[in-house]
């Protein structure tokens, strides 16, 4: 599987921001998309994801600034940014997790996207 990040830019804080994430595979086949985050000199971290079921999940850092949404008839997910600040600056990457009939949980990243917020 293979992820195609892209939407990353310089913003102002207290602006906006769209990433976009196309799998190479159809997203139904996806068990959970994700975005995840590595801040300078920081630890990657997750930012949010979204089920088959279109349940999301968000880390607290983001929440009510951050909004996860997929569209199947195009095959894409994004990440709607709002609300930047300064912290929020980071690569980020598009993940996706795929389990198996086997249990087993298959783990596959996009190449990162970068953000950048100005103070």
């Known amino acids: 599987v293979q992820l195609q990040a892209s939407g990353g830019g310089l913003q102002e804080a207290g602006g906006s921001l769209t990433l976009s994430c196309q799998p190479s595979?159809?997203?139904?086949?996806?068990?959970?998309l994700g975005w995840y985050r590595r801040a300078p000199g920081k630890e990657r971290e997750l930012v949010g994801s979204?089920?088959?079921?279109?349940?999301?999940n968000y880390a607290d850092s983001v929440k009510g600034r951050f909004s996860i949404s997929r569209d199947k008839s195009v095959n894409m997910m994004y990440l709607q940014m709002s609300s930047l600040k300064p912290e929020d600056t980071a690569v980020y990457y598009c993940?996706?997790?795929?389990?198996?009939?086997?249990?087993?949980?298959?783990?596959?990243w996009g190449q990162g996207t970068l953000v950048t917020v100005s103070s």
């Open positions: 993940n996706a997790r795929i389990v198996t009939l086997a249990r087993s949980t298959l783990n596959y």
């Open positions: 979204i089920d088959t079921s279109g349940s999301t």
């Open positions: 595979v159809t997203i139904s086949g996806i068990d959970v």
